[in-house]
């Protein structure tokens, strides 16, 4: 099963493996593994392992792409890949590989985590061209290790997080494929950044899960959610909690909450998305707008929203956003918010909102039966609006009046000027 040095071996190996049709366990190959540096090559069959493969700093696991498989077997409970004595190990390379969790054989480890595909940490590690498949927690879970690759995966059928940086900066999570992952209550984002921040979340698409999250950043500063397209999830689509971050033009679909939620973290970049279809009548909670503005000095600019439950753009008790140059139309799909723009205070006596700037905005609808009725819904409740400009707006195509303001007295020292639809 396993070779050193070997004239067989292939080129550049330190180690070779192969898989026999019997699927003999490996065991005494990953003890092999311990200690080595290099490459290990993983050839074509399957690998079956009750234990996990155990890596060291500097190391390459590298297999035959999808005629490298490595199966968990029955009853093994554990990860299929971890570092050497649960020591952060640096500069491991993990390619070309098949992971079959084998979910529907396996039960809770003996310590949390226990049913990854892969649980490391350490810096420079690379994850790439894997098919990760039923595992029992999780996909790829990666804790304080600087410039993390994880690019052109696959992860299927994982119900705790599909991909999790933490405590990390400078990751790169790239061209990933994923479906139905985060369905746990508890562990329930298929993508997750938490803590740590500066990381590209770019060009994945993730399909189905998130039972809270499909996209999550979690006090993860100056990332970029981009590109990315994020449909039929079970609650929000993309939450960007970290200060100074992006997300540009991503498409967003069929999501049961908010498609973007950028809150508790201020100067959020929200351009160019496409929305469509937020808020599923079996949807586990009742927040159904496009874009969600719980953030202070963030911009929402030429995004392409439609359908709603509620509101195209919603914001509260926040200060400096910009609403500029969006497509809103046919939203208020149920029956609430039925407006493309609302403004409202959810908070007690004298909570403001200051300094909103809603310009070059169009809101229309279009449907034999219309729900968008306003252009702009103002509901200060027992707080203020205040220093509001509202200018340049065409908010001729809904289907009531451009502007409707619930507490007029409320609203102070408004700029409303040059809008179409607007008596």
């Given at each position: 099963m396993v070779a050193a040095h070997d004239s067989a071996q292939p080129e550049g190996a330190d180690y070779f493996c192969d898989g026999l049709d019997d699927q003999v366990e490996i065991n005494a190959a990953i003890i092999a593994f311990q200690g080595a540096t290099g490459m290990i090559k993983l050839l074509d069959g399957t690998f079956c392992i009750s234990s996990p493969i155990l890596v060291n700093d500097n190391l390459t696991l590298n297999g035959e792409d999808n005629d490298t498989v490595i199966l968990l077997v029955e009853g093994s409970n554990c990860n299929v890949i971890e570092d050497l004595s649960h020591i952060r190990r640096a500069n491991v390379c993990i390619q070309n590989l098949r992971i079959d969790g084998n979910r529907e054989n396996q039960s809770e480890g003996m310590t949390w985590g226990d049913g990854h595909a892969i649980l490391r940490a350490g810096h420079n590690a690379i994850y790439e061209n894997l098919y990760i498949e039923?595992?029992?927690?999780?996909?790829?879970?990666?804790?304080?290790?600087?410039?993390?690759?994880?690019?052109?995966?696959?992860?299927?059928?994982?119900?705790?997080?599909?991909?999790?940086?933490?405590?990390?900066?400078?990751?790169?999570?790239?061209?990933?494929?994923?479906?139905?992952?985060?369905?746990?209550?508890?562990?329930?984002?298929?993508?997750?950044?938490?803590?740590?921040?500066?990381?590209?979340?770019?060009?994945?698409?993730?399909?189905?899960?998130?039972?809270?999250?499909?996209?999550?950043?979690?006090?993860?500063?100056?990332?970029?959610?981009?590109?990315?397209?994020?449909?039929?999830?079970?609650?929000?689509?993309?939450?960007?909690?970290?200060?100074?971050?992006?997300?540009?033009?991503?498409?967003?679909?069929?999501?049961?909450?908010?498609?973007?939620?950028?809150?508790?973290?201020?100067?959020?970049?929200?351009?160019?998305?496409?929305?469509?279809?937020?808020?599923?009548?079996?949807?586990?909670?009742?927040?159904?707008?496009?874009?969600?503005?719980?953030?202070?000095?963030?911009?929402?600019?030429?995004?392409?929203?439609?359908?709603?439950?509620?509101?195209?753009?919603?914001?509260?008790?926040?200060?400096?956003?910009?609403?500029?140059?969006?497509?809103?139309?046919?939203?208020?799909?149920?029956?609430?918010?039925?407006?493309?723009?609302t403004i409202q205070i959810w908070d007690p006596e004298d909570v403001i909102n200051q300094g909103t700037v809603i310009r070059n905005n169009i809101c229309y609808d279009d449907q034999g039966v219309p729900t968008q009725k306003y252009g702009l819904l103002l509901l200060p409740g027992k707080g203020y609006i205040d220093d509001l400009v509202v200018e340049d707006n065409d908010f001729s195509g809904v289907s009531s009046i451009g502007i409707k303001i619930w507490g007029e007295d409320r609203v102070r020292n408004p700029t409303i000027r040059n809008n179409l639809g607007v008596e």
């Open positions: 039923n595992c029992f927690t999780g996909g790829i879970r990666h804790d304080e290790g600087d410039n993390t690759k994880i690019i052109d995966n696959t992860i299927v059928n994982c119900p705790w997080k599909a991909l999790c940086l933490t405590e990390s900066f400078n990751g790169e999570i790239l061209r990933n494929k994923i479906y139905d992952g985060g369905t746990d209550p508890n562990e329930n984002v298929v993508i997750s950044c938490w803590l740590g921040g500066n990381h590209r979340i770019e060009d994945n698409i993730v399909d189905g899960g998130g039972y809270n999250t499909q996209i999550m950043l979690w006090d993860a500063p100056s990332c970029k959610v981009n590109y990315n397209t994020v449909l039929n999830g079970l609650n929000m689509g993309i939450v960007s909690r970290g200060e100074g971050s992006e997300c540009i033009g991503n498409t967003v679909m069929h999501c049961g909450e908010n498609a973007i939620d950028a809150g508790g973290a201020d100067h959020v970049w929200i351009e160019d998305n496409f929305i469509s279809w937020v808020g599923k009548p079996d949807s586990l909670s009742h927040e159904h707008s496009g874009i969600c503005m719980n953030t202070d000095y963030s911009t929402a600019t030429n995004n392409t929203i439609e359908y709603c439950g509620k509101s195209g753009i919603f914001t509260g008790s926040h200060v400096g956003n910009q609403i500029i140059g969006n497509m809103i139309s046919n939203c208020g799909q149920d029956g609430s918010f039925n407006s493309g723009i």
